[in-house]
């Protein structure tokens, strides 16, 4: 056999540390396709004059597309046999991309327990994305049900402690960023870190009724090769799953009304994919203002928001049962650099 | 509210002068999408070799690029309460952009009538785009149909003056031009400027069947936001409607076939979306040889043409009663620079 | 007339030389457009770190980019009238494409023959891709079934006599490649040439059903005019026939999966697209290894591949009748160098 059929709960070992395959140089295309793909519009990562203005050398590519990128790269090894793409936590992005930077992907598992159900298992690993030069530009922990090879396996029990909010004094600014004379007219809006107020929602008030080809265009370009995405056949229904990262950035490309000056995405906190999406469903957003943080840099403060994405109206996150409701795609907490 | 509910007619004042938001660095990747998006075949634009050997450093960006670039930008600011956009005038390209430069945004309120129907008003704007040395690569004049917030406001009445034509004389070539020793056969078709004859209709012959995820990717790409592009809850009718720009760049690729030695656009003398344009639409394309202009570089002659997009099969343009026949999209009054 | 007609078969004469029309810069852009439109995941392509460590300079675009990019350029010379593409010989890619390099394409008519219907005629053309020093960059022969303007036509017989397969002795290896410390671990695979036996049969597992707007994206990238992928009224039965060129990059990059390590295409020996594809096809891909050949390059040796995409489950290849089946749309053979 020369293709693999990837790796079942009872081939993972505590510790095990997995190189992912396939580098990827990225460039002046990913960023032209991530703004053909999103409604992305941040002027960071829209342009060179004004990243410069903020002191950074030139546009960065948007962390999303690191993100996405390293996300890939771990679906052979972590998620081929995957049920469930479980949560997300104590992500940091620690260094911008820029264009002609390579990226490659390695992760280390620090968690394995069966489930009750006896036919598969959970597994958490602490992934890490890192350039040409080794330096880690990413890193989160990501947590998936995988199935089993059979029911009785001899795994031993850990699950990791995992912070629930990543610590504020932690965040990584990229170097040299400084807000101190940030032009809020060219970036859109006027709001500043101290106007929003924990508590405060905002609707974001655009939609995108998504299409098939925008969906695989992107995932293909993150060179995520999970089958469910691309393969009518994967599914009963016959329907393609949208990849989960798919949703990510839609909803935050969408909350730029709103949000137009929170630049950075820096932290991961908490994220989950409440309900499937699929091609045809018009995607809307809403942000909730969790907490506010001082940074150690000139101009720039952290704002913690909840990011929600929603399939038609927006509006409340859970039902009774304490249940997402199922118009509920997308639970996303993150940290993000604004000007204050 | 951190969103806005963008400008009503009431809220634009003549001679106001607004500076767009976000400012784009373009380069590889949106010369490579435009290539992807629409069938745009012209030599100068494709080829660094064939750019220098009409004098230019390298091959530019799709004059259209720079366009739309631009009136993305104005979205938010003149079009998101627009009922309609009414009309082009004196629209001129005034340098090439160049991959790596960055663009913003200005536009000056030129003009401002309340309609008949007392629900809403005219405004008539000119926008300048400028790159990161403050130059301004292209300019034109743009009117919309805005919804009013009250019926009654008072705002004085200023319709512009606006030349029917760019005058010939008026036209900018971009520096260096030379079309001397213009190879058409590489450039794919023998026609010089002398051999069209104004009066002369030229059928492109080919045409595309649009899809949703092509306009959609088209319209994010330039930042473009209004939400009758994405969102099938903005119309009655659940369709999302074909950015306009996006049938000028159809069009004017398909132009191709007969026009392959139109090489650049260098003035917008006036432009009509007479209808709607939805995907499963399969658009056509014909030009009308207005007029020949003499311009003051070696080779180089300029076009008045009349490029008409229509859907299905190309025809007339006006029925008896003078309006547009249902079938047309487009019809765009440009000059164009073609080899002597 | 300002648009041309194209060829018929009474147009070409036996060693006419054509130089096609339109050279193309391609970059970045192209090379992010490849990685979103196929689930290319091969290294050297994919990182210029990867590249390195195997002795190139940086990552050159895929080997098939240079072939889509030739083949466009020939469709308004070559196929415009054409009623079938029968078939692809002695095709060789001899250098890399790197990003900025300039692509023109010449064809020189080798070979003549009417058919018994009377209404066609076979013409074989050798066509060279060249960059903007003049060098060849891939060169194969095609031959297509062309119409007749007329039914009498007089035109002396003459069929090339053409290599059932590339000698392996005349492959070309990218100057300085040395495979002597490949990385099989980030490559995605552990396989190598040693491991691939003659007769084998690789199921490459993954699929991925085909959208309208995908195939389009595709074909204008490589300025391919072929009407019939892009305007439902060309066909009686309504559909864009997908170009063949899309499912050969298609097959290609699913058979990454068992693959991984064959790098480059450095060789066609013949080809053909057995069935049309459409949107809504579900494309998977299987190979059989045909040969192995040894190549004068450190650690590089050569695999002759047999490719075939299907629609829905992979399976045979032809019926009782020896025709192909009608699930197959390619049956590509190329050689390609894996690391030994």
């Known amino acids: 056999m020369k293709t ?34 999103y409604p992305a519009r941040g002027a960071v990562h829209s342009s060179d004059e004004f990243a410069r203005s903020v002191g950074l050398a030139a546009s960065p590519l948007d962390d999303l597309i690191a993100f996405h990128m390293v996300f890939g790269k771990t679906v052979p090894d972590i998620s081929l046999n995957a049920v469930a793409n479980l949560g997300y936590a104590e992500g940091r992005w620690l260094k911008p991309v820029w264009p002609g930077d390579t990226l490659r992907a390695v992760s280390e598992v620090i968690g394995l327990k069966e489930t009750s159900s006896g036919a598969t298992g959970l597994v958490w690993v ?29 795994v031993p029990v850990h699950v990791p402690e995992l912070a629930p909010v990543v610590a504020p004094e932690t965040l990584v600014v990229p170097e040299g960023l400084d807000f101190s004379r940030y032009d809020f007219a ?13 508590g405060e929602i905002i609707d974001h008030v655009d939609a995108v009724t998504v299409e098939e080809a925008e969906h695989m265009l992107a995932t293909r370009l993150w060179q995520n090769t999970s089958k469910v995405h691309f393969d009518v056949g994967q599914r009963e229904d016959g329907r393609r799953l949208i990849y ?69 109206e927006a509006g409340a996150l859970r039902g009774a049962d304490g249940k997402y409701l199922p118009e509920v795609l997308l639970d996303l907490d993150y940290w993000a650099l604004v000007p204050t």
């Open 244 to 312: 989960g990262g798919h949703v990510i950035s839609l909803a935050r490309a969408l909350s730029f009304n709103g949000l137009a000056n929170a630049q950075f995405i820096v932290a991961l906190n908490g994220g989950a994919h409440a309900n499937p999406c699929f091609a045809g469903d018009t995607v809307r957003a809403w942000t909730e203002v969790l907490d506010r943080a001082e940074v150690a840099a000139p101009g720039v403060g952290a704002l913690r928001l909840r990011l929600v994405a929603t399939r038609g």
């Open 126 to 154: 602490r992934t890490r994305g890192l350039d040409q030069r080794g330096e880690v530009v990413v890193e989160y922990v990501r947590w998936v049900m995988v199935r089993k090879r059979r029911r009785e396996v001899d």
């Open 186 to 198: 060219l970036a859109g809006e006027r709001h500043r870190w101290g106007d929003y107020r924990p």
């Open 4 to 37: 693999g059929p990837g790796r079942f709960f009872e081939d993972y070992r505590l510790g095990e540390v997995i190189a992912h395959a396939v580098p990827r140089t990225v460039g002046a295309g990913e960023r032209a396709l991530y703004h053909a793909l």
